[in-house]
């Protein structure tokens, strides 16, 4: 039987993919890729490149890997630019870092070290514990944008990249709620020229991505493109856009433990989750406005999973902390420890511990891998572009950008089954629903 599908244009020619931020995160993203392409690793944590996906029945054994099944930009046609207030090259930055090992950052120095940042878009307001030099100027935020936007087209000249896609790889910068200047295209870009306290630096490369055609996803928990003028600007010009704050460690496990707790029926009176970590980006999160972006994001994902509203015996007020501590000698090795306080049949209370000893950057890098491939492709399919939101990479994120009438889906299992169910309609498969009736008639 012929499938149909929706029209996607081939993945032709090489993919940039631009990171606003060149730390811990952006470069092991680009220095694994480099190890992936040399042979000296496997793309691990990546569902573009590892993962497979059923088809048809379970009878039929169609289980292709992604990859095979939609077509992916390949690795060997990424090439790379960034961003960042800290002028160290890509070698510099992830010897800093301290995630991959000097052995390896060394086989791969040749290839990192002419990676050079581009003076970013950066203002100390809000980002309060780094201080850049390598930084633009402009009499107005508009021309920054603009500034921005010629730097997208240098690199796209310069590189031969035929499409581009941009990922904030950038520090989380401190809290701000939507104001009248994030509520029309209009007001915003009176507000980029007017200099407005409202436009953070992220918002205007994502403003610069979004005008220049270029899909944006937002790995940190900052407001960004989770504004009413740049969802508006995404759909007019049929740009995807995706966020925010990449979901890994603490997250990533409460994600996965909350469904299996609501499933099975089993009460919540409290979770209390901390952490320590050593890196910048735990140094930056020791600044309060910066700390309230990232808690916000980190809480919201178990009020929603566990719906209290339909199950008040089960999850009515629970009390739930997060806390982060910056700790200097544990670098990007993570420690986050969570006690859950939970209770059973005919109320008998239980707990269960978890001492998670990640490293952080491991776990994001294939995010972005991901990430840039699947928005390359949401922006080569027509069907997905004028969306703008792409709500079906809500797996990869701790608060998912959503369409403003809904709430967001954080059980990690919906959001799989939602990625590979957009993957099939992609392709004309029939969508997986799992009944199962038919292998009993
Ligand atoms: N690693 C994870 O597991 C994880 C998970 C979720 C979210 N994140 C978020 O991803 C981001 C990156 O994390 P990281 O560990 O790489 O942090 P990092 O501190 O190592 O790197 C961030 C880089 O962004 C740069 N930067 C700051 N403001 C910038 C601007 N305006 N323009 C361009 N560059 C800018 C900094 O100079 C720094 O080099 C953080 O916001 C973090 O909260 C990370």
């Not at 930055?93 to 040749?110: I, N, P, Q, Y």
């Not at 952490?275 to 919201?300: A, C, H, M, Q, Y």
């Not at 572009?385 to 954080?410: C, N, T, V």
């Amino acid at each position: 039987m012929a499938k149909k599908g929706v029209s996607i244009e081939e993945p032709q020619g090489k993919l940039g993919v631009l990171l606003c931020g060149l730390g811990a995160v952006a470069t092991t993203f680009i220095g694994g890729v480099e190890a992936v392409r040399r042979g000296y690793a496997q793309p691990i944590g990546s569902l573009t490149q590892m993962g497979t996906i059923r088809l048809g029945l379970r009878t039929e054994k169609r289980a292709p890997k992604i990859k095979d099944f939609v077509p992916l930009a390949e690795l060997k046609d990424l090439v790379f630019a960034a961003w960042d207030p800290i002028p160290d090259n890509a070698y510099e930055a992830a010897r800093k870092a301290g995630v991959m090992e000097r052995s390896l950052l060394d086989d791969l120095k040749d290839f990192l070290e002419p990676i050079e940042p581009l003076p970013a878009v950066f203002d100390q307001r809000f980002v309060k514990r780094l201080e850049g030099k390598n930084v633009k100027k402009g009499k107005t935020k508009m021309d920054l944008a603009e500034q921005v936007m010629a730097d997208i087209s240098r690199f796209r000249e310069a590189s031969g990249a035929a499409r581009l896609v941009m990922v904030w790889c950038g520090s989380t910068e401190t809290f701000l709620s939507e104001k009248p200047p994030h509520r029309s295209l209009t007001a915003f870009e009176k507000a980029l020229k007017s200099n407005s306290p409202d436009i953070a630096p992220s918002m205007i490369y994502a403003y610069a991505a979004l005008k220049a055609g270029v899909p944006f996803a937002n790995g940190a928990p900052n407001l960004t493109a989770d504004i009413p003028a740049l969802v508006d600007l995404a759909a007019r010009q049929r740009v995807p856009i995706c966020g925010k704050d990449f979901k890994t460690g603490q997250t990533l496990m409460k994600t996965i433990i909350a469904p299996g707790l609501k499933a099975r029926l089993l009460g919540l009176r409290g979770w209390f989750s901390t952490n320590i970590l050593g890196n910048r980006d735990g140094e930056v999160l020791e600044d309060p406005g910066s700390f309230k972006t990232k808690e916000e994001s980190k809480l919201s994902a178990l009020e929603y999973i566990l719906q209290p509203e339909l199950y008040p015996e089960l999850y009515q007020d629970f009390y739930h902390k997060v806390r982060i501590n910056y700790y200097p000698p544990r670098g990007d090795n993570k420690e986050g420890w969570d006690n859950l306080d939970i209770f059973g049949w005919l109320g008998y209370p239980m707990q269960i511990k978890i001492d998670f000893l990640c490293r952080d950057s491991i776990l994001a890098a294939p995010l972005v891998l991901d990430l840039a491939l699947f928005m390359d492709l949401a922006q080569r399919t027509p069907e997905m572009a004028r969306r703008g939101i792409q709500e079906w990479l809500s797996f990869y994120f701790k608060s998912p950008m959503h369409a403003p009438d809904l709430y967001p889906e954080h059980d990690l299992f919906i959001q799989l089954m939602k990625l590979k169910n957009t993957l099939r309609y992609l392709r004309g498969e029939e969508l997986i629903t799992h009944l199962g009736l038919e292998y009993y008639d």
